[in-house]
């Protein structure tokens, strides 16, 4: 049973830091592509980062360049350093994993299987 545990969220102060990480189990981990995602209040889920199998990254624009997602392969756990935290960053964040296939970076959610309970981040201004 795949299962997804994110940990790490909280309440920061605009310009602060957090780092999110999400521990899996039941999954080869090293065979698996890991996402992150977010969801605010009255919006749709989007795409935050995600780190292929492979150890390629890659960023929705409105995070580029404040946040880092890397992956732990012996702990089976990835992670979501966030700088620069902003008011709009303020969301539930949720960890993805899907099976790695094919070239094309994944950047869906419909294309991740597995999906954590979620942590929520709230940025105060």
């Known amino acids: 049973q795949v299962q997804l545990v994110e940990s790490g969220g909280g309440l920061v102060q605009a310009g602060g830091s957090l780092r999110l990480s999400c521990a899996a189990s039941?999954?080869?981990?090293?065979?698996?592509?890991m996402g992150w995602f977010r969801q605010a209040p009255g919006k749709e889920r989007e795409f935050v980062a995600t780190i292929r199998s492979g150890g390629t990254t890659y960023y929705a624009d409105s995070v580029k360049g404040r946040f880092t997602i890397s992956r732990d392969n012996a702990k089976n756990t990835v992670y979501l350093q966030m700088h620069s935290l902003k008011p709009e960053d303020t969301a539930v964040y949720y960890c993805a994993a899907r099976y790695a296939t094919g070239m094309r970076t994944r950047t869906a959610s419909s294309d991740y299987a597995y999906w954590g309970q979620g942590t929520q981040v709230t940025v105060s201004s």
């Open positions: 039941g999954v080869t981990f090293i065979s698996y592509d």
